[in-house]
């Protein structure tokens, strides 16, 4: 079983920064590709952007690419996302998900993932 609790999250001016951090229980987090999603209200849940167990693979929603970025610290069992230049577009609660199958990277698909955390509201003002 894999627990991941999320933090970070708040209110915001557009064209402000936040660093949410979702960390992880589990002997073998360094095994686990990780995913953040976002879900606004009134809307399905999407992608944001991925990260390999390794590090050294990304991939980012088209809509946040050049803003956020996705890291993680297998040391300290946790996974961060970095959002610069927030948009009102951008409010939405923000989960962080684990595929612990092995698989060196998952990508946009929430169906790869096993493990999801609670969610932690971000709230970007105009």
């Known amino acids: 079983q894999v627990q991941l609790v999320e933090s970070g999250g708040g209110l915001v001016q557009a064209g402000g920064s936040l660093r949410l951090s979702c960390a992880a229980s589990?002997?073998?987090?360094?095994?686990?590709?990780m995913g953040w999603f976002r879900q606004a209200p009134g809307k399905e849940r999407e992608f944001v952007a991925a990260?390999?167990?390794?590090?050294?693979?990304?991939y980012y929603a088209d809509s946040v690419k050049g803003r956020f970025t996705i890291s993680r610290d297998n040391a300290k069992n946790t996974v961060y996302l970095q959002m610069n230049s927030l948009k009102p577009e951008d409010t939405a609660v923000y989960y962080c998900?684990?595929?612990?199958?092995?698989?060196?990277?998952?990508?946009?698909?929430?169906?790869?993932?096993?493990?999801w955390g609670q969610g932690t509201q971000v709230t970007v003002s105009s």
């Open positions: 589990g002997r073998t987090f360094s095994s686990y590709a």
């Open positions: 998900a684990a595929d612990p199958s092995g698989s060196y990277y998952s990508g946009p698909d929430e169906y790869e993932y096993d493990y």
């Open positions: 990260i390999s167990w390794s590090g050294g693979s990304t």
